[in-house]
């Protein structure tokens, strides 16, 4: 932290960084009166995929600058790519109101696809992302036509019964979930508990806040402890600092208490029909194995790859690009067809 915090004060430049980020296509769209950020590549291509990109929590719309234009512009199977920035994050308004939870956030994710044109799409997410896409492939399967995720939702819990007891694999996973958490989950306890109160604190102080995400940064990516290995300090500090200069560090973690009180709990008979690919990289954890996924999940793709961590996109652009479009590429046509028959 001595050495991110001198680098901070006297090397980082921010005004460089504004300039780059200006860059991209940035957009606000107002859907059911709430102001969401987002930006979108649109393909030359005009029958490309659309897909939504949805971050998580330590992260925001940057750690997917790397994968957007590598998908937009690619020359075979390209996607329009449409990032958003949930609801308290960035440049999104903040939820001043209890219910603004993923599933709310779906339904705006939706109604955002459609009012860009696109009524058929591939959901696609990591950390909070994903619960926000399976909540979208879920309650609205006629606008979802792939599913793919980097991470399977803390929240996540399918139907269990007498009739498909827990296998070998699902205990296993069980206890080293909870030990996961005993250990690590800290940060999720007061995030989802008392978000406001840790909010003060974090905006109170830069090197906190620094603090507070780069160790998150550290702890899930690939880079055996030294954060620097994985990423750059403007990396990190752009990070950081869009935290810092939006003021939305107790907003960002007010998600986690609205998915503690509506979480993704499958009764007797749900199930997520629409296809899901997962890519694990090694370093996610805790990861689940197949098994327990495909109790409520479609699951036609699992890819296992031996780096990598939590910030797919971020840390393996290459990676987690051709992993979606390989994943996709079956249901490009399908959904061509789907639409032009609507």
Same mark, same amino acid.
């Given at each position: 932290m001595e050495s991110i915090a001198d680098y901070w004060l006297n090397h980082y430049d921010w005004s460089a960084q504004q300039r780059a980020l200006n860059e991209y296509p940035h957009y606000l769209a107002v859907?059911?009166?709430?102001?969401? *950020?987002? $930006? *979108?590549?649109? #393909?030359?291509?005009?029958? =490309?995929?659309?897909?939504? @990109?949805t971050h998580g929590w330590p992260g925001s719309f940057l750690e997917l600058l790397k994968v957007a234009p590598m998908l937009a512009h690619s020359t075979s199977d390209p996607f329009h790519v449409v990032v958003p920035s949930l609801p308290g994050y960035a440049f999104s308004e903040r939820p001043f109101s209890p219910g603004m939870n993923t599933f709310r956030t779906a339904d705006l994710w939706v109604k955002l696809m459609r009012q860009l044109g696109y009524d058929r799409f591939v959901a696609? +997410?990591?950390?909070? +992302?994903?619960?926000? #896409?399976? /909540?979208? =492939?879920?309650?609205q399967p006629e606008s979802v036509f792939a599913l793919h995720l980097n991470y399977i939702p803390g929240s996540y819990r399918p139907w269990v019964d007498e009739a498909t007891p827990l296998r070998p694999e699902e205990i296993a996973f069980k206890h080293e979930a909870q030990n996961w958490y005993d250990e690590k989950g800290g940060y999720w306890h007061v995030q989802a508990t008392q978000p406001q109160t840790l909010g003060f604190a974090l905006n109170d102080s830069p090197v906190g @806040?620094?603090?507070? $995400?780069?160790?998150?940064?550290?702890?899930?990516?690939?880079?055996d402890g030294v954060v620097e290995r994985r990423f750059t300090h403007d990396e990190l500090l752009t990070h950081v600092s869009l935290y810092w200069f939006t003021g939305t560090i107790a907003s960002s973690c007010r998600m986690y208490l609205e998915s503690r009180k509506a979480p993704l709990v499958f009764r007797r008979g749900e199930r997520i029909e629409v296809p899901?690919? /997962?890519? *694990? @990289?090694?370093?996610?954890?805790?990861m689940p194995p197949r098994a327990w996924v495909e109790r409520a999940?479609?699951?036609?793709?699992?890819?296992?790859?031996?780096?990598?961590? *939590?910030?797919? =996109?971020?840390?393996?652009?290459?990676?987690?690009?051709?992993?979606?479009?390989?994943? /996709?590429?079956?249901?490009?046509n399908q959904a061509r067809r789907e639409t032009a028959a609507v």
């Open positions: 859907i059911d009166g709430f102001r969401i *950020h987002y $930006l *979108h590549f649109r #393909s030359k291509d005009p029958n =490309a995929a659309p897909v939504v @990109l696609q +997410g990591g950390d909070i +992302g994903a619960n926000v #896409s399976s /909540v979208m =492939a879920w309650k @806040l620094a603090a507070w $995400l780069i160790d998150k940064y550290r702890d899930w990516a690939d880079c899901c690919g /997962v890519l *694990h @990289l090694a370093k996610e954890e805790p999940y479609n699951v036609i793709r699992w890819t296992q790859k031996p780096m990598g961590g *939590h910030f797919a =996109a971020w840390e393996e652009p290459d990676v987690f690009a051709t992993d979606l479009r390989e994943f /996709v590429a079956p249901f490009r």
